[in-house]
C-alpha cells in the first residue's frame, strides 16, 4: 500500500509564496518510476490539475493558470514531491492535491487528468488574501 501526505498549505498574503510538499510511504521502493502530480479544489468547482512531472525528472507540464510561477519538482532519495508556489493570486485558493501514477515509467508524458493517477492524498489548503 502507498500513502501520500501533503504539508506546506496556510494563509498568505497576495504576491506572496508557499511551498507544499508531498510526501509518499509505504511501499515506495519504486517511487523514481512514478509520474507525480498536484491538482487543486476550489469551493463550488471541479478538480484540476495544476502542475505533473515525470517519473524521469526530466519532463514537467503546467495549467496555463500558474505557468511561471508555479514550480514542481521532486527528490526521489526522500519520496518527496514539491510545489513552488510564487506570485500567489486570490484565484489559486484551493485545496491542494498529491498524486501519484506508480506506473508512470509506462507512460508517454504525464497525465493532466486524474484516471492515470491510483493514489491520492487528503489534501493541504491554501488561501490567498487579497
Known amino acids: 500500500q502507498v500513502q501520500v501526505v501533503e504539508s506546506g498549505g496556510g494563509l498568505v498574503q497576495a504576491g506572496g509564496s508557499l511551498r507544499l510538499s508531498c510526501a509518499a510511504s509505504?511501499?515506495?521502493?519504486?517511487?523514481?518510476?512514478?509520474?507525480m502530480g498536484w491538482f487543486r479544489q476550489a469551493p463550488g468547482k471541479e478538480r484540476e490539475f495544476v502542475a505533473g512531472i515525470s517519473w524521469s525528472d526530466d519532463y514537467t507540464k503546467y495549467a496555463d493558470s500558474v505557468k511561471g510561477r508555479f514550480t514542481i519538482s521532486r527528490d526521489n532519495a526522500k519520496n518527496t514531491v514539491f510545489l513552488q508556489m510564487n506570485s500567489l493570486k486570490p484565484e489559486d485558493t484551493a485545496v491542494y492535491y498529491c498524486a501519484a501514477d506508480t506506473h508512470g515509467v509506462f507512460r508517454q508524458g504525464v497525465g493532466v487528468g486524474p484516471s492515470p493517477y491510483d493514489y491520492w492524498g487528503q489534501g493541504t489548503q491554501v488561501t490567498v488574501s487579497s
Open positions: 509505504g511501499r515506495t521502493s519504486t517511487f523514481s518510476s512514478w509520474n
